[in-house]
């Protein structure tokens, strides 16, 4: 069947896009009908590459913001009126951002935005807080030192190791690289309280809402969260700001992201820093198995942070231990079993809590509904433990689902129909999931003669 190819950027006028980005887009906006895509994409799907043309119009070109204070470089937002740049979000946008050519700089600049945010904040703050990255970075924001006065997922390093696969940037891994550790370890001092090799949430600003932020906010393992002080550390200024609940998905996301940091830092031969990444990695997967794992449940549950006492149920972070290989093979077969009973395998799948949950309602956030961003990762994990027929239905049942009823932040698990902010940015991993070649029936590649320098094998 001959390939069809269609462009997706048809002009600069197109969704409002000239009045947001800078002069560095020209070439791309400017692009003849057709030229464009021809030279990235093949699929033998219109209806993917429609889909393709949308999304990086509205998901990824149209999110692009010029420099604003206190933000110097491009910044990027995540959709649906909210300002700010967030961690989680952004690094779906520029993975897929990294494909096209010469947008090497703004990246770099995307990066900055957090490390000048760190920079600022160690000025302000005692040792201790140092080296944090926030939530978000909002333009204008005056009292940045008290909201957001949180972070969230640790997914930045994994950002930079995606865009370097793609684009080969050695400067831009050279500009991250002792950051990203600072950020890590600041993960490790502030959220691992006790030292046990698990993380918790939480916020310097006492809000226990805050400190839910830094996760799939509304998950039902968090239900019965408290914030207490530190365990050991004293002093005046010290505050009720650590959870007591270690979360699996956050756990395991900091784990995924040392895998990352370990590698960038060979990269670099930096192999002092390697072998800081390898030790922590080592004892926090030893922990997730020993603590975090339950065999009846067939997934990773929520403990105590003091008793190591397991939270019941099983939520969306539950799974992301298989995208950073946590799990065992033994324990990645049980999680694949567990995804295809009736509380997991509903008709989109994966919903964010288990359907025999009585908080369960196929479209609540975070409590029932699906989230492409977090089934791209599924699938991901899924593939890579050899469950590669699971991973591609999830993985085409999500890219139907968008093909039939638009690009969405979320879906209802039952109905699949839209919910939330229209054209989320995270959004992109409905592409980034054929790209990697995690769909069966949906087939999209990067065309071998692409003049981007990144290389037309999925990324696993």
Known sequence: MKIARRTFIRTAATAGLAGLLDSSFTGVLAAEPGNLAASLFESPDPAVLKLVEEVYQKCILGKI????????????????????????????VVDLLSLLPGKQEIIRGVFQNYWDFQMRWNKEMPAYAHDMVPCMIEPGKKDWLKY???????????????????????????????????????????????????????AYSGDI????????????????????????????????????????????????????????????????????????????????????????????????????????????????????GVPTPAMAKRMADTLQTSGWHTPLPVPTVDRNDKRWNSGSFWRGDVWPATNYQIASGLAAYGHQQLAADIADKTVANAIKNGISERYDSVSGQKLGVEYLGMTCTVITMMIDGLCRKHQLRINSGSPTNSSSAPIR
């Not at 950020?183 to 959220?191: A, G, L, Q, S, V």
């Open 65 to 92: 913001f010029p420099a604003e204070p206190p933000l110097r470089h491009n910044w990027i937002g995540p959709g649906g009126g909210y300002r700010g740049q967030w961690i989680w979000d952004t690094m779906f």
């Open 148 to 202: 957001p006065a949180y972070s969230q997922i640790a997914i930045l390093a994994w950002g930079v190791e995606r865009v370097y696969q793609r684009n080969r940037d050695q400067e831009l891994v050279r500009q991250c690289l002792q950051p990203l550790e600072r950020f890590h370890e600041w993960y490790w001092r502030e959220r691992d309280v006790t030292g046990c090799g698990l993380v918790a949430v939480g």
């Open 209 to 324: 809402q805050h400190a839910r932020f830094e996760t799939f906010d509304f998950e039902c393992n968090m239900d019965g969260l408290k914030l207490t002080p530190h365990p050991t550390r004293k002093g005046d200024q010290e505050g009720a700001w650590y959870g007591d609940l270690c979360v699996p998905g956050n756990t395991a996301y900091l784990i995924l992201g040392e895998q990352c940091l370990m590698r960038l830092a060979l990269i670099m031969g930096d192999k002092e820093m390697a072998a800081r990444r390898k030790a922590r990695i080592d004892k926090a997967v030893e922990a997730m198995r020993q603590h975090m794992w339950d065999e009846q449940a067939g997934l990773f549950l929520t403990v105590n942070r003091d008793t190591m006492d397991k939270v019941p149920g099983g939520t969306i972070g539950s799974w992301i231990p298989l995208t950073a």
